[in-house]
């Protein structure tokens, strides 16, 4: 059966399997500590393996690891101005790393921005009180909550829809780390995160940590930069926790819950390429 009704419209089925999802994404989900120590598992082997590339100097950049023929692939996307995004995997000695009652959504996307310094890229990333200007919608509030140098403490507020839309607010901590007069990493790792109903009304309430729809139970993002080629490279990884999908309905929720990790990344992506370049041409223009 198509999915599209007689006059173009969409069938009475894809009606029913939206309702049917919004109905099972809404459902309360808990966040259990095996789901939690299985994702710090996988967290562990995961930041072993960026630590590993971003202090060879010859691997610091993800997206020109592997063959000449998929380097030039990714150097002419990035030339042309879009993102390069590739979904990752972390295993524990050659084994993947399962975790129950929860998915792990790992992602890497990388930009390049012409004419741009590492120092520039770096600070818009570090300017954490404008990130709710910088990367809406996805970014709806931001606070720098405390500041020790290399390290901060945000308040970040998250907004995700497909097909339902949710709010959740999380507490993280951002660490920088120069790696050199060229190169600087950074990892941003959520402490607590709070899915919030009736968002920005006078009936918004936060609900526990762990407890919800289960969209978002943790986020980490490990970003690199790197001046080279007359610019800067950017790279985002993103380590994503939710909620596993009901037994059955895998074809129904799975593409909602496992497709919002990667389009939120790509949309960050795409909206600091974006400041980056409306700051250079701005600057370019005195303004």
């Not at 009704?5 to 399997?17: E, I, M, T, W, Y």
């Not at 993280?172 to 402490?191: K, N, Q, W």
């Not at 289960?214 to 080629?229: A, K, L, S, V």
Request: glycine fraction near 8%.
């Amino acid at each position: 059966m198509g999915v599209r009704g007689k006059h173009g419209g969409p069938s009475v089925a894809l009606l029913l399997a939206l309702t049917v999802a919004s109905s099972v994404a809404v459902r309360s989900a808990e966040l259990k500590s095996p789901t939690i120590a299985a994702f710090e598992r996988y967290e562990r082997s995961a930041e072993s393996a960026i630590e590993s590339e971003v202090t060879s100097p010859d691997r610091f950049l993800h997206v020109f690891i592997g063959s000449a023929e998929n380097r030039a692939k990714a150097d002419r996307l990035l030339r042309s101005g879009q993102v390069a995004v590739t979904r990752l995997r972390a295993t524990e000695n050659g084994r993947r790393i399962d975790v129950p009652d929860g998915l792990v959504h790992h992602w890497i996307g990388s930009i390049f921005v012409p004419d741009v310094s590492l120092q520039t890229a770096v600070g818009v990333l570090q300017d954490f009180d404008q990130h709710s200007y910088l990367f809406r919608p996805n970014i709806q509030q931001s606070r720098i909550l405390e500041h020790d140098g290399d390290r901060f403490k945000l308040a970040l507020r998250f907004y995700m829809k497909k097909v339902i839309a949710v709010t959740v607010d999380t507490e993280s901590v951002a660490e920088f780390t120069p790696r050199g007069p060229d190169r600087e990493t950074s990892a941003i790792r959520s402490i607590r995160v709070h899915e919030v109903d009736n968002a920005g009304t006078p009936e918004e309430r936060r609900k526990p940590d762990g407890r919800g729809g289960g969209y978002m139970w943790r986020m980490n993002t490990y970003w690199r930069f790197f001046e080279r080629d007359g610019g800067t490279y950017i790279e985002c990884e993103a380590l994503t926790l939710s909620r596993s999908i009901p037994t059955g309905l895998g074809w129904l929720i799975g593409p909602l819950v496992t497709s919002i990790p990667k389009d939120m990344l790509t949309s960050a992506l795409q909206a600091t390429r974006r400041s980056l370049v409306t700051r250079k041409t701005s600057e370019g223009d005195g303004l």
